[in-house]
């Protein structure tokens, strides 16, 4: 049986008919979409976040609805880390504006994938209570505009590039600009000056420890292009073993630790949600203990 095909070019579906053409007169017109007034949408991990709000806000929550729909405000309530699982839903959606609850992650970093929306960050608590506290204010809140991505240098070892990658590639699909020695260096140009480049370029640094970023001459030195440069410092623990004691100062996310708090958490889902958890006051400036010439105070 053949499938009826568009000929009015407003399908769905193109190039096939979506079921919304008319053949009387030959009109036709565009799915016509159940409006709401406010829609919240969600993962799986935080929908029964979503089912409340929509109760204590008179609203609808996207997982209960089908087809394509609108409303005035859609609210997305997300980590950072189910974003890209959720695209395809959220594309259901004609919304007249958007916001965007990220819980214990930096907006900066959430916000980037979804230009224009207005964002709300939300500190985590394993207390229900607490964070349904949160959750309100955020919403009673005017929640900021993101501008643009941020962009982030992450320092680690060679040998851990294939359990970051992963990670690597979803903060890219967020919308982060990311620079890893692994991908980022072009072949053939000089390395050293295209790490320095990116150091000054970033938002911040995350150093990926491990036993052996712990021992790599070259994390040392791009750890020390960071300090010179005063750059924001985030340490992210792979075995979750204390960092360094010039270190010690700075708040660590620890990967083991996540998976024992978040069980459901898969290893990836751990190690990229502990790069996102970049709450406001969780991170730190070295101060660069001298100025040794240069540029910004580097050498050379």
Request: glycine letters at 8%; aromatic letters at 4%; proline letters at 6%.
């Amino acid at each position: 049986m053949s499938k009826r095909r568009c000929i009015c070019g407003r399908s769905s579906t193109l190039p096939l008919c979506d079921g919304a053409h008319s053949a009387e007169g030959w009109r036709c017109s565009a799915p016509s979409a159940t409006r709401h007034a406010r829609i919240f949408a969600s993962g799986v991990a935080y929908q029964t976040v979503a089912e409340r709000l929509a109760h204590a806000y008179r609203g609808t929550v996207l997982h209960q609805l089908r087809g394509q729909v609108a409303a005035e405000e859609l609210v997305v309530v997300t980590s950072g880390v189910d974003l890209e699982d959720l695209r395809p839903s959220l594309a259901r959606v004609e919304a007249e504006t958007t916001r965007i609850l990220v819980v214990g992650a930096d907006p900066l970093l959430v916000g980037g994938a979804v230009p224009e929306a207005r964002v709300s960050a939300v500190s985590d608590s394993e207390h229900p209570a607490v964070f349904w506290r949160r959750l309100v204010e955020a919403m009673e809140g005017k929640g900021t505009v993101v501008a643009r991505s941020s962009r982030l240098f992450l320092s680690h070892a060679t040998v851990d590039e294939a359990r970051l990658q992963p990670a690597v590639d979803a903060l890219r699909g967020l919308g982060v600009s990311v620079f890893s020695c692994g991908d980022s260096i072009p072949g053939g140009t000089r390395w050293r000056d295209q790490i320095v480049d990116a150091l000054r370029a970033c938002d911040r640094v995350v150093f990926v420890l491990s036993p052996a970023a712990r021992s790599s001459t070259w994390c040392a030195f791009e750890l020390g292009v960071a300090v010179a440069l005063g750059k924001p410092l985030q340490l992210v623990s792979l075995d979750g073993l204390p960092p360094p004691s010039f270190l010690a100062h700075l708040q660590m996310q620890d990967v083991p630790r996540m998976l024992l708090l978040r069980p459901w958490l898969e290893y990836e889902d751990a190690l990229l949600e502990s790069v996102l958890a970049l709450i406001p006051g969780a991170e730190a400036v070295l101060e660069p203990t001298s100025r040794m010439g240069g540029r910004d105070g580097i050498p050379g």
